[in-house]
């Protein structure tokens, strides 16, 4: 999670090659759920196209790229919808296809979600395969795809270009890239409002990183002075004393004291080793990295460190300038932005409406399986966090995986969103990949086809149905 340690970073062609079975998994998966949709659709004579690129939010992204923001909508409860409520880089890229080719801004969604979730795939791919290496990281790719609400990977929505930003930036954290890092972070801040979490991730391990740093310094001078005041009492040792006489005892003391100085002195370097290894959080990164035993640990340099600072700089620029602006153009101030999202009923209180939402289920016997279902969902979703921490995973992953999900569940939004809001959380799955790594290939395979069947169909049910708000 340094600059130094950091592995090579293989040339694009040869990163592309590593990462084509998830690549190439990925999109299958994914082909397979819009063939259902298709299906499923037209046997209730629906448009699978048109719930891809022209329902729900999809309609809210078009409109901003067509006409811009002011549009809003009064609805009879006195709740007010603004557009100002979706972040504008969705909407940008939009309009940029459309200006460059023949297709709508409909069309142009769709292009760039597809584009989105594979280079998203890539990014998980990327990520696991640094910490866990490739066949966990193939593992990680499919389950993402497969996840049951899978089919908005291939919506006109925002979740595929977020993830796939977040996911590379990320990775350059990781890397030691952290202009890189900051700037893609600046990205995913004007891609949705979860942006944060990879604010966050890129500013934990900034800090941590300096914190290490400064520690390092701390242990490598307390050697240099013990060193001083050997030096000293060695030059206080030369000085004219009393004659002794040397006797074999006591020369071979004086050989003994030695090699136990020596040994001792070893010892507390290696101590000291072990140490910095527990600072950097002893994570199977930390251990790929590590410098071998004996050699001389490298430094950080100013260039690495104004590096370092400027792509924390970077990172929250973009949510930042957003909600200024938003505040701005309403009048509103700084905090313009959370009255639009008052209007459409979102704030976070820490769980209290959803957690009402679920004891309401459990007001009647048909309603009370849905409301277990919810339990468990919820229960599965803070046990896999618990997993990452115990794994030891990096703190970017950590800290980003644990923001998503703390906005997704505590969020007062509509609840039937709540899975897609964590479609981006996907260090959650790595436990999971993990474990599918493990088995023996036509054994995962069998799994992830058997999962990938059942995510498709439930996928084209979804939408046919509430679908996604």
């Not at 979490?197 to 990183?209: D, N, P």
């Not at 507390?268 to 990295?289: K, L, N, Y």
């Not at 919810?374 to 046990?383: E, S």
Request: hydrophobic share 50%; charged share 15%; glycine share 10%.
């Amino acid at each position: 999670m340094n600059d130094l340690d950091a592995r090579a970073v293989p040339a694009l062609s040869g990163a592309l090659r590593r990462a084509a079975p998830a690549l190439l998994g990925y999109a299958a998966v994914r082909a397979l759920g819009l063939v259902a949709l298709a299906l499923w659709s037209g046997a209730r004579g629906k448009d699978a196209y048109t719930l891809l690129t022209a329902r729900w939010d999809a309609l809210w992204y078009t409109r901003v790229a067509e006409l811009g923001y002011g549009y809003e909508v009064r609805l009879p409860n006195g709740d007010v919808h603004s557009n100002l409520a979706f972040f504008p880089l969705l909407p940008w890229l939009e309009r940029l296809v459309a200006a460059v080719s023949p297709l709508s801004y409909a069309d142009g969604g769709f292009v760039v979600s597809v584009l989105s979730s594979l280079t998203a795939a890539w990014g998980i791919f990327a990520v696991a395969d640094h910490v866990y290496g490739r066949r966990a990281g193939v593992c990680a790719v499919l389950l993402w795809a497969v996840l049951p609400v899978g089919i908005v990977q291939s919506m006109a929505y925002s979740e595929s270009l977020f993830t796939a930003l977040a996911a590379w930036s990320l990775y350059a954290v990781l890397t030691g890239r952290w202009v890189t890092a900051g700037a893609l972070a600046a990205l995913a801040g004007l891609t949705r409002p979860v942006g944060l979490a990879v604010v966050a991730a890129v500013w934990a391990a900034g800090i941590t990183s300096f914190l290490r740093e400064r520690a390092s310094a701390r242990d490598s001078a307390s050697p240099a002075r013990e060193h001083g005041s050997t030096a000293r009492r060695d030059a206080s040792a030369q000085e004219p004393a009393p004659a002794r006489e040397h006797t074999p005892a006591r020369d071979s003391a004086a050989s003994a004291r030695e090699r136990t100085s020596f040994a001792r002195d070893r010892s507390a370097v290696q101590e000291d080793g072990a140490r910095a290894g527990e600072r950097a959080g002893a994570s199977v990164i930390a251990r790929r990295t590590q410098t071998p035993e004996g050699a001389p640990r490298a430094t950080d340099t100013s260039g690495v460190r104004l590096r370092r600072v400027l792509g924390m700089f970077l990172a929250p620029l973009g949510a930042a300038g957003y909600v200024l602006w938003v505040g701005h153009r309403t009048g509103d101030g700084p905090l313009g932005y959370l009255d639009v999202q008052a209007g459409w009923r979102n704030g976070f209180d820490g769980g209290y409406a959803f957690a009402r939402f679920v004891a309401d289920k459990f007001t009647s016997f048909p309603s009370a399986l849905a409301g277990l279902g919810l339990v468990i969902g919820v229960g599965l979703v803070v046990w896999l966090y618990v997993v990452c921490v115990r794994q030891r995973q990096p703190l970017p992953l950590l800290v980003y995986a644990g923001v998503v999900t703390a906005l997704a569940l505590c969020a007062s939004s509509y609840f039937g969103s709540k899975p897609r809001l964590l479609l981006p959380a996907f260090p959650l799955l790595l436990p999971l990949a993990l474990a599918l790594a493990r088995l023996r290939t036509p054994r995962s395979a069998l799994v992830v086809g058997a999962v990938a069947a059942a995510s498709a169909v439930y996928g084209a049910f979804w939408l046919n149905g509430s679908g996604p708000p």
